[in-house]
């Protein structure tokens, strides 16, 4: 049976492993020296901290390893009764990422931005409300012409008070 240990337990008995054996390299279940990553693993599943109670493994094995039936058993458990993320929500969803935060929002037909012209004449959608180019060159153009602007200005500004 896994032993339940406290969050702050978990990281510190990890901190551990890493500083007094280092940075895993290599998987000791399939024997892969080449995975672009390799995790540290407890083995009996108490976090004790005895290196014999440790072995580097790369991520995959890692997940094979930790994902026993009793493991299973308890996500499905604990997923019982959780509604849906977008239980409820209407329309169509937009700019949804990976962590299940939402960039965009909720599309209503309503909220849909209008596709703008950028000041070099394409037409574009954009991204956000702000957004005024189409790319990062027309923003950086546009930035410089600015800059350009204000120093003339300046260096008229300038040419009239020294005449005076």
């Avoid at 580097?56 to 458990?77: A, G, I, W």
């Avoid at 931005?113 to 950028?118: G, P, S, T, V």
């Avoid at 037409?123 to 410089?144: G, M, N, Q």
């Amino acid at each position: 049976m896994q032993t339940r240990i406290k969050g702050s337990e978990y990281v510190k008995v990890h901190r551990w492993i890493y500083e007094t054996a280092g940075k895993a390299c290599c998987c000791m279940l399939c024997g892969v020296k080449n995975a672009k990553q390799y995790q540290w693993s407890n083995k009996s599943r108490e976090y004790k901290y005895d290196l014999e109670d440790w072995w580097q493994l790369c991520v995959p094995c890692h997940k094979k390893y930790d994902m026993t039936d009793e493991t299973r058993k308890k996500m499905s458990l604990s997923r019982m009764g959780v509604s849906p993320w977008n239980k409820g929500k209407k329309g169509k969803q937009e700019n949804h990422n990976t962590n299940g935060l939402l960039r965009g929002g909720w599309n209503k037909g309503n909220r849909m931005r209008q596709n703008r012209k950028c000041t070099c004449g394409n037409e574009f959608h954009p991204r956000l409300d702000t957004s005024k180019y189409c790319s990062i060159e027309c923003s950086v153009k546009a930035l410089h012409a600015r800059r350009k602007e204000i120093a003339t200005k300046a260096s008229h500004s300038r040419g009239k008070l020294s005449t005076n």
